[in-house]
């Protein structure tokens, strides 16, 4: 079956109907307090700017109320349109049998559905001459979002049916502009690629145009819209950057350590009093804690140590705000970035400003020109922050990396520097060689690096890739003497997310290649060589075939969990399938609880710049899960968060030094909320979000103190400001903060340091009803 949208390079035809009678939609995503939330954009900001877009190029859309108008008019159902349950009942009954037997399977008959209200489905629609700005309406159940999500298998409700219907036969729209990353419609059930038509995507899509802007650095999730929906990615810019800085008591204790460093000098009585204060307010505010000082340190190495930990929490990189599609951020906002990129690349400023400049008008043309059937010239994905100029400017429609060529040369460097790293940083907290370790591979990280993490998995067992000298392909492996290598071979073991197994399906075989090789060599002993006590054992694991994602985070949001055990075993039931060694996707439990209670470590690489461990809650089914699961084998690992935001050089941090280090740096740092604030209802949900993954980490990991929930409630709903502001701006977000703080006190996750704390979540909560 052909794509409903021509492969980059092709043009559709002019459509036959002009601008001012063409109708389009743009649909938005709707979890609790997030509509119009798409990552590193903001939504409602961004629909108001495209309407304003539309309208200058001939198209009959009116100006649109302010955002904030359109968001409450979308959530709180005065933007409506209806499709009638007969009308309904007639498109259904022209859809494969299948597919419709399982929706009523699954949901029952279509008036039980939720939307339906006086015999029509309501759908949260704001018409606007030939605009219809609407949400996305949940696939599944509103109290299992994030659990539908990604669900192979579960058909969608009917209200998410006849929303498509509507779009197609209702309203007939010429073109959808699915709003930011990412929706539903391409992770529904059916083929991963080449879909049939009987794969879900397809039965309700149809043919329908499909314009999908798309942050640029997430090359993997815009391959799945291309594959299932034949989506026209247009790449969008990231948020503006700017460096943490100092707040609070770290601002306070930088400005003593410089005191101090006088001092010595001139001064040593005056010196001496200083590193008292210093470190009696390290301790007080818990900085202490944070940066690992103990008592068997000396004053001198404490205060070095401390001086090192400010430093690097100061120049973290985090975001400023969030982008507008098609605009370009203030003069003022562009300097991070400039920073952040120009430092990776070590690109000339003026070029990289040009091109950043160049990426709003070249956003907005390249919406216009998919509208019309013009060609959108093709352009890669991938994070300026690392190098990668060639994204620049955006508005282009993404491709990605060629899988043959994983890793890339330079990702090999990369990688296998990173593997030293993660074995010293081993060496000196255990004093002894890993012997076992557990290695999370994402399939948009290997596509953003070419490979890096790949490459750290080939290092640890002593394998190199071969290139083909021409198509610079990887061809081969070549497996390291003990000599060349220096040191054990470690045993890995691959946790491969979905869109990794559906994409790097050469780098599976690549790699189990390699051990195999590897397991064979019974001269070198098992004490240099921990591959050879398990030869033929399965070594990658993930979800089933068509599945993505783990869903833990659904589990926490919906309080639906009894203990931490609940976790572990959750994830070892979604990684269960192995991969490689003939497996094709076969349940294997027992093997992968095996691996897992034997891991010595698990390490997790965070190569994107501006991003953290607290921005999603993936990062919490990944890590968290796996500390939960290896704790319900008896096993107690390591648990690093390897930092390669700089390309070159990548940061070991344990999980809980991870944490400590986002929350002061980022989530409870002011300039970081003034940021969001600046965009309102969306800024909201992202103060929001950050409250409930702090929330989804410390349930899962148990790596969450006291004083970063203190931290972050201080910042936030703590704060006069910020609470005002996140009430007036989007109650429904600030009741799913108030609920995560709640949810944490109640738990015993939390224990703060106020009693007043739960009584004052509770009259918010009702306060922003």
């Given amino acids: 079956m052909p794509p409903t949208w021509p492969p980059p390079g092709c043009a559709l035809p002019e459509r036959r109907a002009p601008r001012a009678s063409s109708p389009s939609s743009s649909p938005t995503i709707r979890p609790s307090g997030r509509t119009a939330y798409a990552v590193g954009l903001d939504g409602p900001a961004s629909i108001s700017t495209i309407a304003a877009d539309l309208a200058a190029a001939g198209y009959d859309v009116p100006a649109l109320p302010d955002p904030a108008v359109v968001m409450r008019q979308l959530e709180d159902g005065e933007a409506v349109a209806e499709l009638p349950l007969a009308a309904y009942r007639d498109l259904f009954a022209r859809l494969p049998r299948d597919f419709a037997a399982a929706v009523e399977a699954a949901w029952g008959p279509p008036e039980a559905d939720p939307a339906v209200r006086d015999g029509a489905f309501r759908l949260a629609v704001l018409r606007a001459g030939n605009l219809a700005v609407a949400v996305q309406p949940d696939r599944g159940s509103r109290t299992d979002r994030a659990g539908d999500y990604h669900d192979p298998n579960l058909a969608p409700r009917h209200g998410y049916v006849a929303f498509y219907l509507w779009l197609r036969h209702a309203l007939k729209v010429d073109a959808m502009i699915h709003l930011g990353t990412h929706g539903t419609l391409e992770w529904l059930p059916g083929k991963a690629i080449a879909l049939s038509a009987t794969c879900v995507p397809r039965v309700l899509a149809g043919a329908l145009p499909v314009v999908y802007p798309f942050i640029v650095n997430n090359p993997g999730e815009a391959a799945q819209a291309k594959r299932r929906i034949g989506a026209l990615t247009l790449g969008h810019l990231t948020p503006p950057l700017t460096t943490a800085g100092t707040h609070g008591a770290t601002a306070e204790i930088e400005t003593l350590l410089d005191e101090f460093a006088g001092a010595?000098?001139?001064?040593?009585?005056?010196?001496?009093?200083?590193?008292?204060?210093?470190l009696d307010k390290a301790r007080d505010s818990g900085l202490a804690d944070d940066c690992g000082l103990s008592a068997d340190l000396s004053r001198e190495e404490s205060l070095a140590r401390l001086d090192a930990w400010i430093c690097d929490v100061k120049d973290m990189r985090i975001g400023d705000g969030l982008h507008v599609y098609g605009r370009a951020p203030a003069p003022h906002l562009s300097d991070g970035t400039l920073d952040a990129i120009c430092g990776a690349a070590g690109a000339d400023r003026d070029h990289v400003r040009t091109a950043l400049g160049a990426s709003a008008d070249a956003e907005r043309h390249g919406l216009l020109a998919a509208l019309d059937g013009r060609f959108v010239a093709p352009g890669p994905a991938g994070a300026p922050t690392r190098g990668r100029l060639d994204v620049l400017p955006t508005g282009r429609n993404l491709y990605t990396v060629d899988p043959r060529q994983v890793p890339t040369r330079t990702a090999w460097e990369l990688g296998r520097r990173t593997a030293d790293e993660v074995i010293a940083r081993y060496l000196q907290d255990h004093g002894d060689w890993p012997r076992r370790i557990v290695l999370d591979l994402w399939g948009s990280a290997t596509m953003r690096t070419g490979g890096d993490d790949f490459a750290q998995a080939l290092a640890l067992i002593g394998a190199r890739p071969v290139w083909d000298t021409t198509s610079a392909r990887v061809s081969g492996t070549e497996i390291l003497t003990l000599a060349a290598l220096g040191r054990p071979r470690i045993d890995v073991t691959l946790r491969i997310s979905g869109l990794f197994r559906d994409v790097f399906e050469t780098q599976i075989a690549l790699f189990d290649d390699a051990v195999s090789r590897i397991a064979a060599r019974t001269e070198e002993g098992p004490d240099e060589n921990p591959l050879i006590e398990a030869r033929g054992e399965a070594r990658i694991f993930g979800a089933a075939p068509g599945a993505y994602g783990i869903g833990l985070a659904h589990k926490v949001v919906t309080g639906a969990w009894t203990d931490?055990?609940?976790?572990?075993?959750?994830?070892?039931?979604?990684?269960?399938?192995?991969?490689?060694?003939?497996?094709?996707?076969?349940?294997?439990?027992?093997?992968?609880?095996?691996?897992?209670?034997?891991?010595?470590?698990?390490?997790?690489?965070q190569d994107l710049a501006g991003q953290d461990l607290l921005d999603a809650g993936?990062?919490?089914?990944?890590?968290?899960?796996?500390?939960?699961?290896?704790?319900?084998?008896?096993?107690?690992?390591?648990?690093?968060?390897?930092?390669?935001?700089?390309?070159?050089?990548?940061k070991v941090r344990t999980l809980g030094e991870e944490i400590a280090r986002v929350v002061r740096g980022r989530a409870s740092n002011p300039r970081w909320l003034a940021g969001q604030m600046r965009h309102g209802h969306r800024g909201a949900a992202e103060i929001a979000e950050t409250i409930g993954n702090l929330l989804a980490m410390a349930a899962t990991s148990g790596e969450v103190g006291d004083r970063q929930f203190?931290?972050?409630?201080?910042?936030?709903?703590?704060d006069d400001a910020v609470r005002t502001f996140m009430v007036e701006a989007n109650p429904a977000a600030t009741r799913a903060a108030a609920w995560s703080f709640s949810e944490a006190l109640r738990r015993g996750l939390w224990i703060s340091r106020r009693n007043s704390v739960a009584a004052g979540l509770a009259e918010l909560m009702e306060q922003a009803a």
Avoid: K
Wanted: net charge negative; no cysteine.
């Fill in 618 to 650: 993936a990062f919490a089914e990944h890590e968290g899960g796996f500390a939960a699961a290896a704790a319900l084998t008896g096993n107690r690992p390591a648990l690093y968060h390897v930092d390669a935001t700089r390309g070159g050089e990548a």
């Fill in 264 to 278: 010595q000098t001139l001064d040593g009585r005056r010196a001496g009093r200083l590193a008292d204060a210093i």
């Fill in 710 to 718: 203190d931290q972050l409630f201080d910042a936030t709903l703590g």
């Fill in 564 to 605: 931490h055990a609940d976790f572990g075993r959750h994830y070892l039931s979604a990684s269960a399938h192995a991969y490689g060694a003939g497996q094709d996707g076969a349940a294997a439990p027992e093997a992968l609880a095996a691996r897992v209670a034997g891991a010595d470590a698990f390490v997790h690489v």
